[in-house]
C-alpha cells in the first residue's frame, strides 16, 4: 500500500512528465525543422533542452517546497504568539505548571517546524493539510471525540496526545495535528460567549482573523457543530434556543470572515446518554463502531431545500433501521433488564426529531440578508460511555401518571467510541475540497487567471502572427531573390566577352552584389520580421556572396586584364606609362610581388583618367568597391593566362628605355599626389582674381598648376624622394624579367642625376607656360564692365600684379634661397648611394656610357622666364616695368570712365580729340612688354577701340533717324527724279536735302567728314588716330553720290 501511494505522489507522477518530455526531444527532436532548419539535429541542443526542462521542473518544486514551508512556519509562529493565554486571578496559582506546559510547547512548536507529514518525497506541511474547526457549547464533548477517535497524530508517539492538543493554549483553542487534517478545537466559550461576552468576542474574531492571515485562500475546509445529546433533552426552550442562535452566529462570523462557502458537519455527541443506546449497540466490534451512523445531504439537490425538512425524512428512516434491527437484537439478549433497554432504544432515539427538527431550525433557517449555510451531513457519535443515561420514554410516562422519576444507573466508562472514526476520515476530511475559496481572493485569482489566459492568447496569437508574417516575409524575400537572379543569366549572356570597358557591367554586378542578403547585406542583422526560425537569408545570402564573387572572378577580373593588355598595346611609345602597367599586370600572377594596394592604385587612376566625363562619382564609387572586393584576396586561379608574348614586348620596349625617364615617369606617378598644395591663380591672384581674370581654355581659375610642378614641390618632393624611387626601380626589375644589378661609375651617376633633373625642369617648365598661356582677361561686354575691370586691373593690389608676382616667385625658386645648391648636392649623394644597384639597366641603355653632360640647375627654369621676372622685378635702381604697363592701363581706365555718361554728340567730339591716342598708347605698351602681359594689352587696346567706336556709331546712327531720315522718307522716297513716278520732288525739298548746307551736306560735315578721305573717284575712311566710326562703304558712297548732285545742281 505505502509503495501504491509513493507511485501516486504529485511529484513522482510531474518527474515521469519530465522524463516523457525528455525522451520526447531525445528521439523526436531531430526531426523537427523549420523551413530546412533542424535546431535540435546537433546532441548538445538536444542535451541542453532537455537540461532546461528539467532545471525548470527542478526550480518548480524547489520553489513550491519552500513556499510551503514559509507558510508553515507562519502558522507555527502565529500560534506561538496566541500561546500565552490570558490568566485570571485564580490561575495565578498555577503558574508553574503554565510555565512548564509552555516550555513543552515550546520545545513542541521547535519540532513541528522541522516537521512534515509523510514520507522523503510525499511530505507535506501543515498549511498543505485540510483545516476544520469545531465549534460548540462548553461540555459538548469536543475534545472528547477527538480524543477517543482513531485518527492518527504523527508527534503523539513524542508528546503524547495531550501534549500535542495543547499547544495553542487549551483556555483558547486545541490543536489536534493528524495525518489526514488539522483539528481547530475552539473553546466552548467562543460559541456561547456568556460569560465575558466582549473579550470572548474580541478572542473569537481575533483567532478568526490569524486563520484568514495564514491561510488567505481557504482558511478552513469545514465546520464541525458539537451539540450533546444531554443539552438537547435537558435544557429548556430558551437555553436551547439561545445555545442555536449562537451557533448560528459562528457560522455567520465564519462566512463573513473567510468570504468563503464551507460545508457545516452536525454531531450531536454523547449519544450514549440516550437509555439503551449501549444495549443496543453493545454487539458491535471495533470495525462496525467506526461506520457512520446519521446522513449526509446530496449535493445535487436544490441548495434552497429546507434543511430541516432533509432532516425530518432521513431521521424517521434511521429510526425505521433501528426498528428493523430490534427482533434479532432481543433474540441475542438474555438479560431481562438489558432487554427492556434495547426494546425502548429504537423509541427513545425517534422522540429527539422533534427536538433536534426545532434545534436545527433556528440554526440554519437564513434570512436574505445572511449567508445561507452549507448544511452536509447530520451525525449521531459517542467518545465514551459514562455517566446516567436519560430515559425519555419512562420520564413521559412518570409525568403523565404524577409518578416519580425513576433515574438509570450511571454506566461505568467502557472507552468505546461509536461512529466516529470513519465519520472524520472517509466523510469529512475526504471532503475538504467541497470548501470554496475566499471570494475576493479567487475573484482577484480569478481575474489573474483571465488576465494569464487572454496574454497566452495574446502571445499564441502574436507568436502565429509573427511567423505568418515572418513566413509571409520569407517568401516574399525568396521571390524576390528569384526575380532578381532570373534575369541574371541573361543579362551574363549579352556581355561582349572583348569588352575591356568596365562601365557596362556596373549595373549587373550592381545588381548581384546588392541581392537581398548577399554581399552588401553582410554587416546587416538578420531582419526581425523575417526570423523566428524562418529565415532563408543565410542560404540565399550565401549563394548571392557566392555568384557575386564568381562574377568579379570570371567576368570583371577578365576585362581588368584585358584593359591592362589594352593600355599595353596602345601605349608602346609612353614608356612613363608601360612600366607601372606592366608592373600591374604582373602582380595578377605573382604572389611573392603582388601588391593590392598598388594594383587598386593604378586601375583607379586609369578610370579617373580615361573614363568619360559624365560618370558619375557614384558610379566610380561603385567600381572602387568592386574591386576592392576582387582585391581582398589575390584573385588565383585567374580566369586566363596573362599574354606572354605581350609581356616579352613590352619588356623589350622597357629595356631600350633610358633609365632615368623611366625614373621620372614613376617620379611623377607617385608623386603627383604628395600632398603639396596646387598653384591655384583663384588663390593667388586675391579675391578680385574671378572678377577680371579666365582661363582661355575654359577652367576654373581654381585649377592651376599641380603642387609638384612648384617650388614646395621641387624642394620638399623631388628633392627628398628621388632616391626613394631609384631605389624602387631597382626592386622592381623582377618587372624586366631580371633581379642582377651592377655598379654605377661616378660620370653615370651623375648623368643619371642630371637627366632626371632635366626632365622635371623641362616638365616645370611647360606647366607654367601653358598657365600662363591660358590666363586672360575677362572679355568685354559692354564699355561699363571694360571700365570696371580695367579699375580692378590698374589698382594697387592688382590681381593681374599678384598673378604675375606669385608666378615669378615660383618660377625663380625663391624658396629655396641660399640653400638650393645644398640641397642640390645632398640628392646627388642619395642618388649615389643606389646608383650602383642600377648598372645592369644603365649597361642596356645606348646612352649608358656616353660622356657626361653639362650640370643641370634650376636655371635652365629661371633663364626662360627671365623676361617675366626683370617685368615684375626691373633692373637695379629701376621700377618694375609693370608698374608702367599698369599705369597706362590707369589712363585708359580714367579716360573711359570719363566716356561712360558722354552722349552721342561728346563721343564723337572725343574722338577727333588728341586724348583719344591714349588707345594707341596702350598697344605701345604691349609692344614692349613680355608674354603674357603683350597679348593683355593688345586685348585691351582692341577692345577699348571697338567699344568706343560702337558708341559713336549708335550716335551717328540716332542722328541719321532723327533728322535726314524723316525727311528722306517724306519727300524724297518714291518721287521723281529719283525713282521713275508721275509725281516729282519739290524745288524747295530738293534744295532743303540735297543744296548747300543741307540735311546730306550739313550731316557729313558735322559728323563724317573729319574721319573721310575724298579720292579722286572714291571717298575712304581715314582712322589714323581715331577710332573707326564702323559705318559701312555702302553707306559712304551714298554720301558721295549726293556730294556729286550737290555739285552738279548747285554750283557756286
Known amino acids: 500500500m505505502k509503495l501504491f501511494n509513493f507511485f501516486k505522489q504529485r511529484w513522482f507522477i510531474s518527474l515521469l512528465g519530465v522524463i516523457a518530455v525528455g525522451l520526447l526531444i531525445w528521439f523526436l527532436g531531430p526531426f523537427l525543422a523549420f523551413a530546412g532548419y533542424e535546431p535540435l539535429a546537433p546532441e548538445n541542443h538536444r542535451w541542453g533542452l532537455i537540461g532546461i526542462v528539467a532545471a525548470y521542473w527542478l526550480i518548480v518544486r524547489i520553489w513550491s517546497y519552500f513556499t510551503a514551508k514559509n507558510r508553515n512556519d507562519q502558522v507555527l509562529s502565529a500560534m506561538s504568539v496566541s500561546a500565552g493565554p490570558t490568566l485570571s486571578a485564580d490561575e495565578m496559582a498555577s503558574r508553574d505548571e503554565l510555565q512548564a506546559i509552555k516550555e513543552r510547547m515550546e520545545d513542541a512548536l521547535k519540532i513541528l517546524k522541522k516537521s512534515q507529514l509523510g514520507g522523503h518525497f510525499g511530505r507535506q506541511f501543515l498549511y498543505q493539510l485540510p483545516w476544520y474547526i469545531i465549534i460548540g457549547p462548553p461540555g459538548s464533548g469536543k475534545s472528547t471525540l477527538l480524543k477517543n ?40 466559550r467562543y460559541t456561547t460567549q456568556d460569560s465575558h461576552e466582549k473579550a470572548d468576542q474580541l478572542a473569537w474574531l481575533g483567532f478568526l482573523d490569524l486563520l484568514k492571515k495564514h491561510r488567505s485562500r481557504r482558511p478552513i475546509n469545514g465546520a464541525i457543530i458539537a451539540i450533546s445529546i444531554a443539552d438537547l433533552l435537558e435544557q429548556s426552550k430558551a437555553e436551547q434556543q439561545a445555545h442555536a442562535v449562537s451557533i448560528r452566529n459562528r457560522i455567520q462570523e465564519l462566512h463573513e470572515r473567510f468570504n468563503i462557502r464551507f460545508p457545516v458537519y452536525l454531531l450531536f455527541t454523547k449519544c450514549d446518554l440516550l437509555a439503551g443506546f449501549i444495549e443496543y449497540f453493545d454487539d458491535l466490534d471495533h470495525d462496525k463502531r467506526g461506520q457512520v451512523w446519521g446522513m449526509t445531504f446530496s449535493l445535487e439537490e436544490n441548495p434552497k431545500a429546507n434543511a430541516v425538512e432533509q432532516f425530518t425524512q432521513e431521521f424517521s428512516l434511521l429510526g425505521k433501521q433501528l426498528q428493523n434491527q430490534l427482533v434479532d437484537k432481543l433474540q441475542r439478549e438474555q438479560g431481562g433488564n438489558r432487554r427492556n433497554l434495547i ?97 475576493k481572493l479567487e475573484n482577484k485569482r480569478a481575474w489573474l487567471q483571465r488576465g494569464a489566459f487572454i496574454a497566452i492568447a495574446a502571445l499564441s496569437l502574436l507568436v502565429a502572427s509573427v511567423w505568418l508574417y515572418s513566413y509571409t516575409g520569407n517568401k516574399a524575400y525568396i521571390q524576390e531573390v528569384a526575380q532578381e537572379a532570373k534575369g541574371l543569366q541573361q543579362s551574363v549572356n549579352q556581355l561582349n566577352p572583348d569588352e575591356t570597358d568596365p562601365l557596362p557591367l556596373l549595373p549587373l554586378l550592381d545588381k548581384v552584389r546588392n541581392l537581398p542578403g548577399g554581399y552588401s547585406d553582410q554587416q546587416e542583422g538578420t531582419p526581425w520580421g523575417l526570423s523566428f526560425g524562418l529565415y532563408q537569408g543565410e542560404k540565399l545570402g550565401d549563394a548571392s556572396i557566392a555568384l557575386y564573387q564568381k562574377l568579379l572572378k570570371d567576368v570583371f577580373l577578365p576585362r581588368l586584364l584585358s584593359r591592362l593588355e589594352q593600355q599595353l598595346q596602345n601605349n608602346s611609345n609612353n ?47 561603385a567600381l572602387t568597391n568592386h574591386l576592392n572586393t576582387l582585391l581582398a584576396t589575390r584573385p588565383v586561379p585567374l580566369p586566363r593566362p596573362l599574354n606572354q608574348a605581350l609581356i616579352s614586348q613590352t619588356r623589350d620596349i622597357l629595356e631600350n628605355t633610358p633609365i632615368a625617364k623611366r625614373v621620372y615617369a614613376r617620379m611623377k606617378l607617385e608623386l603627383a599626389n604628395s600632398g603639396i598644395t596646387d598653384f591655384a591663380v583663384s588663390e593667388k591672384a586675391g579675391r578680385d582674381a574671378p572678377l577680371v581674370l579666365a582661363n582661355k581654355s575654359g577652367d576654373p581659375l581654381t585649377r592651376g598648376v599641380p603642387g609638384f610642378f612648384t617650388c614646395a614641390g621641387y624642394k620638399d618632393v623631388f628633392l627628398k624622394n628621388n632616391t626613394q624611387l631609384i631605389d624602387q626601380q631597382v626592386a622592381d626589375n623582377w618587372v624586366l624579367g631580371t633581379t642582377e644589378s651592377v655598379k654605377l661609375n661616378d660620370a653615370e651617376i651623375k648623368a643619371l642625376r642630371e637627366s632626371v633633373l632635366k626632365q622635371y625642369l623641362n616638365d616645370y617648365i611647360k606647366q607654367w607656360d601653358d598657365l600662363l598661356a591660358d590666363i586672360q582677361l575677362k572679355p568685354f561686354s559692354s564699355q561699363t564692365q571694360m571700365v570696371e575691370v580695367l579699375n580692378i586691373v590698374a589698382s594697387e593690389n592688382s590681381p593681374l600684379r599678384l598673378l604675375l608676382q606669385a608666378v615669378g616667385e615660383e618660377t625663380s625658386f625663391a624658396c629655396l634661397a641660399e640653400k638650393n645648391k645644398d640641397l642640390l648636392d645632398k640628392a646627388s649623394s642619395k642618388i649615389t648611394s643606389a646608383g650602383n644597384m642600377l648598372e645592369k639597366i644603365i649597361s642596356s641603355t645606348p646612352d649608358a656610357h656616353s660622356a657626361a653632360p653639362p650640370e643641370i640647375t634650376t636655371n635652365l627654369v629661371t633663364e626662360h622666364f627671365k623676361e617675366l621676372h626683370e617685368l615684375i622685378q626691373g633692373k637695379p635702381g629701376g621700377q618694375p616695368p609693370l608698374n608702367q604697363s599698369l599705369a597706362v592701363l590707369n589712363e585708359l581706365y580714367v579716360y573711359l570712365n570719363s566716356l561712360l555718361h558722354a552722349s552721342g554728340e561728346e563721343l564723337a567730339t572725343e574722338q577727333r ?136 545742281f548747285f554750283r557756286m
Open 343 to 439: 426494546y425502548t432504544f429504537p423509541q427513545q432515539f425517534s422522540s429527539l426529531g422533534e427536538l433536534a427538527q426545532s434545534f436545527l431550525s433556528e440554526i440554519f433557517q437564513t434570512t436574505r440578508y445572511e449567508h445561507a449555510t452549507l448544511l452536509r451531513g447530520i451525525y449521531f457519535t459517542s467518545a465514551t460511555q459514562e455517566g446516567s443515561p436519560i430515559d425519555r420514554i419512562m420520564g413521559s410516562l412518570a409525568n403523565s401518571f404524577g409518578l416519580d422519576r425513576q433515574n438509570l444507573a450511571t454506566t461505568a466508562n467502557q472507552g468505546k467510541s461509536f461512529f466516529i472514526n470513519r465519520l472524520l476520515s472517509d466523510v469529512i476530511f475526504a471532503e475538504h475540497g467541497l470548501a470554496g475559496a475566499n471570494l
Open 575 to 621: 614608356s612613363d606609362y608601360l612600366l607601372e602597367t606592366l608592373k600591374v599586370y604582373l602582380m595578377f600572377n605573382d604572389e611573392k610581388n603582388y601588391n593590392r594596394d598598388a594594383v587598386t592604385a593604378w586601375l583607379t587612376l586609369d578610370w579617373t583618367h580615361n573614363l568619360p566625363l559624365d560618370v558619375t562619382n557614384e558610379q566610380r564609387q
Open 913 to 1048: 580729340k588728341e586724348s583719344l591716342q591714349i588707345i594707341d598708347k596702350v598697344k605701345l605698351e604691349g609692344k614692349r612688354s613680355p608674354f603674357p602681359l603683350k597679348d593683355m594689352l593688345d586685348t585691351i587696346a582692341a577692345d577699348s577701340n571697338d567699344l568706343v567706336s560702337g558708341g559713336v556709331k549708335k550716335h551717328y546712327n540716332n542722328m541719321w533717324r532723327s533728322t535726314v531720315l524723316p525727311f528722306c522718307n517724306k519727300a524724297i522716297q518714291g518721287l521723281y527724279p529719283m525713282y521713275k513716278s508721275p509725281r516729282e520732288i519739290t524745288y524747295e525739298d530738293f534744295t532743303a536735302f540735297f543744296g548747300p548746307a543741307g540735311l546730306m551736306d550739313d550731316f557729313f560735315t558735322k559728323y563724317l567728314a573729319a574721319s573721310v578721305e575724298k579720292g579722286e573717284r572714291n571717298w575712304t575712311w581715314n582712322t589714323r588716330g581715331a577710332a573707326d566710326p564702323a559705318i559701312s562703304a555702302a553707306a559712304l558712297a551714298q554720301f558721295q553720290l549726293a556730294d556729286t548732285i550737290k555739285n552738279i
Open 149 to 188: 477517535s482513531d485518527l492518527k497524530f504523527p508527534l503523539s508517539d513524542r508528546f503524547g496526545k495531550d501534549a500535542i492538543r495543547g499547544v495553542g493554549g487549551t483556555r483558547n483553542c486545541d490543536w489536534w495535528f493528524t495525518d489526514e487534517a488539522v483539528l481547530l478545537d475552539t473553546a466552548g
